[in-house]
């Protein structure tokens, strides 16, 4: 079921569109551009999971902490990072926002409140947790939200972070993203129970399951946990269902063991056409705006890398650059 | 000078550096009293047993101002938070290119002798010495531990006090004002010219006393006492041994890819040192062993004073077979 009226200015929703599009356009390219090999390493695309990175960042003030994962360029993106930095970052130049020290797993921008991109499944939920307890000590109202897929629930520390949020009541969200798949193996299999959300009971605290494709229904469970936050009530846990469209990486002829079926039914519950649909309902969008939202992103994207292809690749001496502080 | 025991010198650079710096705050699975009582729960946070929350926590943290002291009490109870340290503190300002800074203090003491088993008697400081991005040190004396930790306090990056557990209670001078010890400088502990003998933490004692030992029969040692792990002072061991010709390294961890494996290379592939040495390199370490319980079994395992002579006699073999 469709998520109530957002009551959010059609302003606002536009501009959720505008994030979600971005990512998903962003990370055509970079899948196209990987391909190319003007991208090294390994890329994880988060198409079909855009809803749930903008829905929560929407309902964020720039000076509030997130951490992402190893799928990370839509909180990026979502977050407010600059395209041109991100992309250059991807092309392993001097010029993004690690220097070329991170790639597609690292990309972060600690300005707009990012703590890193982490590799390492649940490797970032006790990191941000403790940018919970800073924004705690610092007595200022600011939250911190771990962002973490259905994999990364079943590790030790989201339940090490969870316990001892809520024995504190650290003003933080735990955002599980659960596209049902751990890279090759499917969520069903690896969790007890099926919702995630239901583990916050026993930390005494909220949980909820929202559709991760309704970006609404997101937001305002993010909107409400946040509040929560900010009164200093203590952390919530929000499991958003969605799904990633594309493999586990972006490797040519990987395995993917998922059921094509399945793939196609959650592309028809598309959250950006979702989005789409709902603004033009309200009237508050039509195929000329569309069209303008689009070419300004495609605009964005190709200056994006073309930042990044005239920016010069690190020197070999840089390795030992920054592996400790001055 | 007044004395204070290893520990007391501890806790009170900890406690100077509280009362200096706001930022700071310290987690433990315990809440140390002393501090707990002068700074109050909200900087000394007694904790759920969860070292590898701590560990993470103390980064987000360190990357959002404050400057976190997490003790993880023995070195043992830190491997479960392995993920934390090894993945994340350690490569967290590399990897994203030292956007901010994260500067953290880790505590853990180390060492055996307590008759406490394997997973309580360990000296596992190379491992974190082979990880790219941590500092860490290993003091000998209460004068030592405190200026060093006051370094690491002010030190913008993660950094691992390790602290002889087989030490707490042994007394030095310390003196009254502030002071800090730089990392990556060693202390010449005893001045000598027929061998080097480069210790850490207990067996410098353990050298001191061998040294003292050996002098009755005219026999000169110097102790070169590395302090800081990481950075290594290397240009003072090198100094030493192009001075004496000979290195015993003592060290209580097992020998195998070692802290003292790191010294004899760095003796050993600096073309100024290798020639001067007059006999191959000489290392007294632990069994590479588990530790056991018994007394026995430990003190079978472990170097000592007796063992370092023996060592530094092995080393001077080569001297007195030449001269006769």
């Known amino acids: 079921m469709q998520s109530l009226s957002p009551n959010l200015p059609p302003d606002v929703q536009r501009e959720m569109l505008r994030r979600m599009l971005t990512i998903r356009r962003f990370e055509e390219r970079a899948s196209d551009d990987y391909a190319a090999g003007k991208i090294y390493g390994v890329v994880h695309c988060y198409i079909g999971e855009e809803a749930v990175a903008v829905g929560v960042c929407s309902a964020l003030e720039r000076t509030d902490r997130i951490i992402s994962t190893h799928r990370g360029h839509g909180h990026c993106i979502a977050k407010g990072a600059d395209l041109n930095r991100m992309m250059a970052e991807l092309y392993g130049r001097q010029t993004g926002y690690c220097k070329g020290k991170g790639g597609s797993m690292h990309i972060a921008d600690f300005a707009i409140g990012m703590l890193g991109a982490n590799g390492i499944v649940a490797g970032g939920i006790a990191i941000v947790t403790g940018a919970g307890l800073a924004a705690q000590m610092e007595g200022k109202g600011g939250v911190a939200v771990s962002f973490f897929g259905d994999g990364a629930s079943n590790a030790g520390p989201f339940h090490e972070c969870l316990n001892i949020a809520a024995t504190w009541k650290l003003p933080m969200l735990y955002v599980c993203e659960n596209n049902m798949w751990a890279a090759n193996t499917a969520a069903a299999a690896t969790h007890a129970m099926p919702d995630v959300a239901g583990r916050a009971a026993g930390y005494g605290i909220p949980g909820v399951v929202v559709d991760g494709n309704d970006i609404f229904a997101v937001h305002q469970a993010a909107r409400a946990a946040v509040e929560r936050a900010r009164a200093g009530l203590g952390p919530s846990l929000i499991e958003c269902k969605t799904y990633r469209w594309r493999g586990h990486t972006e490797r040519r002829g990987q395995a993917d063991s998922r059921n094509p079926a399945e793939v196609a039914s959650w592309k028809a519950r598309d959250p950006i056409a979702q989005l789409e649909r709902r603004l033009r309902d309200q009237g508050e969008l039509d195929d000329a705006g569309l069209r303008g939202i689009e070419g300004e992103i495609r605009g964005a994207i190709e200056a994006a890398c073309a930042f990044a292809e005239a920016s010069p690749f690190p020197t070999p001496e840089q390795a030992t650059d920054d592996v400790f502080a001055a | ?324």
């Open chain 2, 1 to 324: 000078m007044r004395e204070l025991t290893y520990n007391e010198a501890a806790l009170e650079a900890i406690a100077e550096e509280m009362r200096r710096d706001p930022k700071i705050f310290y987690m433990s699975t315990d809440a140390l009293p002393p501090l707990l009582r002068e700074f109050g729960a909200q900087r000394v946070r007694a904790t759920p047993i969860t070292e590898a929350a701590l560990t993470g926590m103390s980064i987000g943290a360190a990357g959002c101002g404050f400057r976190p002291i997490v003790d993880w009490r023995q070195v043992t109870f830190c491997f479960v938070a392995m993920d934390q340290i090894v993945n994340q503190a350690a490569k967290i300002h590399y990897m994203f290119g030292g956007q901010v800074t994260f500067p953290i203090l880790y505590r853990a003491s180390v060492g055996g002798g307590g008759l406490v088993a394997a997973q309580h008697s360990q000296s596992p400081y190379s491992m974190f010495m082979n990880v790219a991005g941590l500092k860490m040190f290993l003091p000998s004396t209460p004068h030592d531990i405190k200026g060093l930790l006051k370094t690491a306090i002010r030190d913008n990056n993660p950094v691992i006090s390790f602290e002889s557990s087989r030490l707490m209670g042994r007394k030095g001078p310390v003196p009254e004002e502030d002071y800090t010890i730089p990392f990556g400088q060693a202390d010449i502990k005893r001045a000598g010219t027929d061998v080097t003998v480069v210790a850490l933490a207990w067996l410098v004692h353990e050298a001191l006393a061998s040294a003292e030992e050996l002098d009755k029969e005219g026999i000169s040692v110097e102790i070169v006492d590395p302090r800081t792990l990481v950075p290594l002072d290397r240009a003072t061991i090198r100094n030493s041994v192009q001075k004496t010709g000979r290195l015993v390294i003592a060290d209580e961890a097992g020998p195998t890819a070692g802290f003292s494996a790191e010294v004899a290379a760095v003796v050993t592939e600096d073309p100024a040192t290798f020639a001067r040495l007059q006999a191959p390199v000489k290392r007294v370490c632990a069994l590479q062993v588990p530790i056991p319980y018994s007394p026995v079994l430990e003190s079978a395992v472990f170097p000592d004073r007796n063992r370092i002579i023996a060592g530094i006699r092995e080393v001077l073999d080569g001297r007195r077979s030449a001269a006769a």
